[in-house]
């Protein structure tokens, strides 16, 4: 046995000692009597034609190879690789994958040579055990570039046998459930590793189960104080609402019977780490957690899915904006379901979750439930995000380098973006460059004046991708405004950017006030020259009920006043034919979303937004609506809500004209379908906007004899509304469908 103090160090796990418990060279066999029949026998539970004589082998084997070694817990170590393949048993791998894990450690700890296990068991197993095996053994490094270096290992091996992450998977899952064995400071390190890699590899495995417990084992060990306090705000809500989940599933069960559909459900509480991740990563308290606690269904079909969907929307009302198709739609990692919010019994949260029994396997095993193994075969094709890794570490020059890379990769809910310093920096995914900036320094926050990424000029609004250098330009002349609100995506810019605008004295937000306005009506090329006492800017003030054109400047120098908004009110007709003929009309352009495709009239500068209540879509007469501090809403010409607004007099200045550009773009469109109360029709109507590259935002059902189903769905175009109207209607059972208020 080796006994490299550096090769220790980076170990992933316990290694074993050929030492008695009390430090005495032992020879005799392990006290345990161990033996094959549970791992043969899950194997022949999902596959009753396995080669149990392989295992036999690869088991007796191990064994003898293991023979007098401990580990830290003082147990056999062979217990180790026969829990690892109890562990891929249960996840129902094939034989040789079994065999192979059982036989991981052999070449590393045994003196067993290569060439040995090949001609005991084949080439196939040799890869595998070879792959497993170069990942442990480093030569002498740093911490940290081994840790890189061990993890590039890692992924090339995968590239020739995928079946080299599931046993170091399995691997990892046994060393945390033993981990308690080692030093803190170990326990520490390794648990932490367990998170940032080992963890979110499960995940894009779509190995779930070996993802949530690797989290919360993690998690636990990693900051044990920080831990128990999370599981015990949970345990205190879900005691809270205990009896309501138990009542939600007898309801759910018995009105499913009732439609003649053979359901499974199930009450869950979601993770410990899950739960700590979307309360830092949302900053919210556990109490505004919409998932803590739901329900899970499961049935036989995908028809069964819609139509119990159907029934879960009749029981309880669902939740605005809660409402996700992952059938449609599956993630990257092959995850497929229904998630729907709704207020169950005592009004509180629930998700539901709605899938077939095999969507439930694929959540579960992953890749076990549909990998089909070939010895010299490639990736397969689900694995697009291992194939981008792999392109990377042939590129990148360092190991550190490809550590950097592959955090990139793994982690699709933020964002990793470079200084050009070289730094990297961890945001939520959303952020932007004003969001980066305050993640630097406030100061450079509060002066954020642009942003570069990959050497190119980009607004400081727009969303940051990962893998790109981002630098940020600075003025001493540029300060937060009211609108950055709207748009950053992080806690610290928000809380950053309210405390300075709260911290400008009011003389300062009088003073910038006042040279925003001049600012803005010498960019217009309109000749008028503002005061604190000019008469003009008073009469406006008492137009719009502020108390005199002080308050007036105060709330436009802290953002709750548009500039744009009162200079269209201050504006004259003759002073607007003062403008000089080189004004041009400004394109309102948001860097993705409907708002690229529409043009307004000199109001540069200001956020635009698609009204929600309207929902106008191209084609349709739109109009401007400049909001207090919000920028500009384009609202249906006939929307409900601009005729109110426009019958007060304090609100008419408000208004400006809004056109359709020639670009494409993603709208939002409701459309209310009447049909007939049957089960199965919420199915086809949702297998409608599928067929027709719809995607649903959120849907309410409402039963009776005649149903009333309200939609909200993503659309290209007026053409493609229209040829969606046209395949709802011809569904059987379906009495109209058009758009809500046309």
């Not at 430090?23 to 009597?33: L, N, Q, W």
């Not at 326990?187 to 779509?206: D, H, V």
């Not at 084609?619 to 929307?639: E, F, K, M, N």
Request: charged share 30%; proline share 5%.
């Amino acid at each position: 046995m080796r006994n490299d103090p550096e090769r220790e160090e980076v170990s992933d796990g316990e290694r074993p000692e050929k030492l008695s418990r009390n430090g005495a060279k032992v020879e005799t066999t392990s006290p345990f009597d161990l033996t094959p029949e549970v791992i043969k026998n899950l194997l022949l539970s999902y596959n009753p034609g396995a080669d149990t004589h392989l295992i036999d082998r690869a088991y007796h084997f191990a064994r003898e190879a293991h023979q007098g070694q401990y580990r830290a817990s003082g147990d056999p170590y062979f217990t180790h690789p026969v829990e690892v393949a109890i562990i891929l048993a249960e996840h129902r791998f094939d034989a040789v994958t079994l065999a192979a894990a059982l036989l991981h450690d052999v070449v590393e700890d045994c003196g067993v040579t290569p060439d040995r296990l090949e001609k005991e068991f084949g080439a196939e197993i040799r890869l595998i055990v070879e792959g497993v095996t170069k990942i442990s053994t480093l030569a002498p490094q740093t911490r940290g570039e081994a840790r890189a270096e061990n993890l590039r290992r890692l992924l090339v091996a995968v590239a020739k046998d995928v079946r080299v992450l599931l046993i170091k998977l399995a691997d990892r899952l046994h060393n945390m459930r033993t981990i308690t064995f080692l030093p803190r400071e170990k326990r520490e390190r390794i648990s932490r590793e367990t998170l940032e890699i080992y963890a979110p590899l499960a995940n894009r495995m779509g190995m779930s189960a070996i993802q949530a417990e690797l989290e919360d084992l993690g998690f636990k060990h990693a900051d044990p104080e920080l831990y128990g306090q999370v599981a015990r705000q949970v345990e205190g809500l879900v005691g809270q609402r205990r009896e309501s989940l138990r009542e939600a599933v007898e309801i759910l069960r018995r009105e499913l019977k009732r439609a003649g559909i053979e359901a499974e459900v199930t009450a869950r509480t979601k993770e410990i780490y899950s739960v700590y991740r979307k309360m830092q990563r949302r900053n919210r308290p556990i109490g505004e957690i919409f998932d803590l606690l739901g329900m899970r269904v499961l049935v036989r079909t995908v028809k069964e899915c819609y139509a119990a969907l159907g029934i879960v929307h009749s029981l309880w009302h669902p939740m605005s904006r809660r409402f996700k198709d992952y059938i449609a739609l599956p993630k990257p990692n092959m995850y497929q379901a229904i998630h729907t919010t709704v207020l169950g019994p005592g009004e509180g949260p629930l998700e539901i979750q709605i899938k077939t029994h095999q969507m439930h396997l694929t959540a579960e095993e992953g890749i076990a439930a549909h990998w089909q193994y070939k010895a010299d075969g490639p990736v397969d094709e689900r694995l697009g995000w291992l194939r981008q890794i792999l392109e990377w570490q042939r590129d990148a020059v360092t190991p550190q380098e490809f550590m950097d890379s592959l955090k990139i990769d793994l982690y699709p809910d933020q964002v990793f973006v470079l200084t050009p310093k070289g730094d990297i920096i961890e945001l939520p995914a959303g952020a932007t460059p004003i969001d980066l900036a305050y993640q630097i320094h406030t100061e450079i926050g509060d002066h954020i004046s642009g942003a570069k990424a990959d050497g190119r000029i980009i607004p400081i609004t727009s969303r940051l991708t990962s893998g790109t250098v981002i630098e940020v330009l600075t003025s001493k002349n540029a300060h937060p405004s009211r609108d950055w609100l709207d748009v950053v995506a992080t806690p610290k810019a928000r809380q950053k950017i309210r405390h300075y605008l709260k911290e400008k004295g009011a003389d300062d937000l009088r003073r910038h006030g006042l040279h925003l306005l001049q600012a803005e009506l010498n960019r217009r090329h309109i000749k008028m020259t503002l005061g604190p006492g000019s008469e003009s800017l008073a009469t406006l003030a008492e137009r719009m009920n502020y108390s005199n054109s002080e308050a007036l400047l105060e709330a436009v120098g802290f953002g709750r006043e548009s500039v744009a908004g009162v200079i269209n009110r201050l504006e004259t007709p003759r002073e607007v034919g003062r403008r000089s003929s080189a004004e041009k009309k400004t394109s309102l352009r948001r860097r993705e979303g409907a708002t690229e495709n529409i043009i307004i009239e000199g109001t540069e500068g200001l956020i635009v937004r698609i009204a929600g209540c309207c929902h106008p879509v191209p084609g349709d007469p739109i109009l401007g609506y400049i909001s207090r501090g919000r920028g500009v809403t384009v609202h249906h010409a006939s929307c409900s809500n601009i005729r109110l607004m426009a019958e007060r007099e304090t609100e008419k200045g408000r208004f400006v004209e809004a056109s359709w550009g020639r670009g494409r773009g993603r709208y939002a469109a409701d459309i209310r379908v009447e049909c007939d109360d049957r089960i199965g029709i919420l199915a086809e109507l949702t297998r409608v906007f599928a067929s027709q590259n719809a995607s649903v935002l959120s849907a309410s059902v409402k039963t009776a004899e005649i149903g009333h189903d309200l939609f909200t769905v993503a659309i290209d175009s007026p053409e493609h509304l229209d040829r969606i109207l046209e395949a709802l209607r011809r569904v059987p059972g379906v009495r109209d469908a058009r758009r809500q208020g046309r």
